[in-house]
Nanobody, 119 residues
Framework: QVQLVESGGGLVQAGGSLRLSCAASGRTFSNYQMGWFRQAPGKEREFVAGISWSGANTNYADSVKGRFTISRDNAKNTMYLQMNGLKPEDTAVYTC????????????WGQGTQVTVSS
């Protein structure tokens, strides 16, 4: 089992920045591909960004490319999402997730943290 706890959400004005953190415990963090997802009210959950076990490979949803940066520190068992140039449409609950590198689907999920961007 892997436990994931997000932090860093909040209220910010459009154009502002936030950094989300995802602290992992329970198993060897570096064995897991990690990702960030978000869900806005009335919408489906969507993929935001993903990072490989080493941090060498990342990928992003088109809607956040160039504005968000995903990273991880395996020594601290923590993943981050730096969000710059925030827009009102980025408002959502952001959730981190993890999957073993040999699995194709995410199997561990955090509780989520609210990000609200005001116009």
């Amino acid at each position: 089992q892997v436990q994931l706890v997000e932090s860093g959400g909040g209220l910010v004005q459009a154009g502002g920045s936030l950094r989300l953190s995802c602290a992992a415990s329970g198993r060897t963090f570096s064995n897991y591909q990690m990702g960030w997802f978000r869900q806005a009210p009335g919408k489906e959950r969507e993929f935001v960004a993903g990072i490989s076990w080493s941090g060498a490979n990342t990928n992003y949803a088109d809607s956040v490319k160039g504005r968000f940066t995903i990273s991880r520190d395996n020594a601290k068992n923590t993943m981050y999402l730096q969000m710059n140039g925030l827009k009102p449409e980025d408002t959502a609950v952001y959730t981190c997730a993890g999957r073993n590198i040999f699995r194709s689907e995410y199997e561990y999920w955090g509780q989520g943290t609210q990000v609200t961007v005001s116009s």
